[in-house]
């Protein structure tokens, strides 16, 4: 899933699958640059998405986020339950004229499910998702837009938040399984994922529509993806391929693609190929949901190696993905090849309460707490702070 969304994205003109590179193409900060968000390059098409990514990282290395980033994130949403890429006056009701869209919505209802205390507006946001549901059983970048590989992906993940399985929530006799299996190739083509079909219906593979689907085929999310215990092997072809069988030969395919060099390569139309970082990182999580943390070792080291500059100079979601490979691949966030990806992160956005704040405020209450439940003779257990409630 990749991490920035372009002007091009927005408009629904372009596949987002090909990785386009928007997060640092624009350094300078924005004039009306929200208190809290995250990062300080202009929200217009990506700030929803990076502020859920960075809320979901921050939940998964066990980090609390500040308040107003929270707030921020929830005051996004519209009335009708969709979030826009962003919204720049929450106070003025979203209107036509403002696009929203599947993949922010879909990622702000998992952030939101994951900070907890947010039931309601994710109930709402997944009502929306449903709403919109391709007769494919997919969904689109924008409501009612040709089903993608990434955004039923995305869309998968905030089904989860439910507790529904996901095999249920069907346009007809369609599940968003079924759009997915439309779009694996197979084992003569490499048994990946396409973004979309072409004018003329045919797929090509793509790697970071693979990473996406992968996850999605496995009915997981950003939030609670967990290691596999299936080994990535050869792809396999069957008669009726299940979304197991999409996923294992999606993960086949990334596992080659990675073999050689240790990474994903970006080749974009007029530059030279390069590595691509946050596919990169997506496909450790890929690997790791399929085959376990085992069979994401190379391409996690390599980006241990390699990625601190990248991550530098792209930003909060670039950070968030880092954090979330390493969660999935076995890695310690706060010491990713000598960076701690969590103090950057949380640097990039509102400073969270500190330590020593917490400490000071609930120490007080904590001694007079345990002196009651000694006189009375019964013990309690205090839940820590960093305890989040599911919605």
Known sequence: MNVRRSAAVLAATVA??????????????????????????????????RQSLALIALYRAHAEPAAAAVDWLAGQQCESGAFPAF????AKACDAKLMVDTNSTAAAAQALSAVGGHGTAVTKAVTWLKSVQNKDGGWGYTPGGASDANSTSVVIGALTTQHTPVSTIRNGAKSPYDALLKLSLPCADGGAFA??????????????ATAAA???????????????DKKNAACADAARPTPGDAAA???????????????????????????????????VVALA?????????????WLER???????????????????AAEAGGADPSDFGGTDLVEQLTATGPAPVTASQDDSDTSVWWMVGAGLAAGAGVGFLLSS?????QP
């Open 87 to 90: 919204r720049a006056d929450p």
């Open 16 to 49: 987002i699958g090909a990785a386009t590179p928007a997060v640092a193409a624009s350094p300078s900060p924005s004039p009306t640059l929200p208190s809290g968000l995250y990062g300080s390059s202009d929200p217009t098409y990506d700030g929803v998405w």
């Open 306 to 324: 390699n990625s601190a500059k990248w991550a530098e100079q792209s930003g909060p979601a670039a950070y968030a993905q880092l954090i979330l």
């Open 195 to 208: 973004y979309q079909p072409d004018k003329k219906g045919k797929l090509t593979a793509n790697a970071d």
């Open 385 to 389: 702070r960093n305890k989040r409630k």
């Open 249 to 283: 030969n999606g993960s086949a395919y990334l596992a080659k693609a990675v073999a050689k060099d240790g990474h994903l390569t970006s080749a974009l139309p007029g530059s030279e190929n390069q590595p691509d970082y946050g596919n990169t990182a997506d496909a």
């Open 214 to 228: 992968v996850v999605g085929a496995l009915g997981q999310s950003m939030v609670s993806v967990k290691a596999g």
């Open 289 to 301: 949901a399929q085959g376990g943390t085992a069979a994401a070792t190379g391409p996690l080291r």
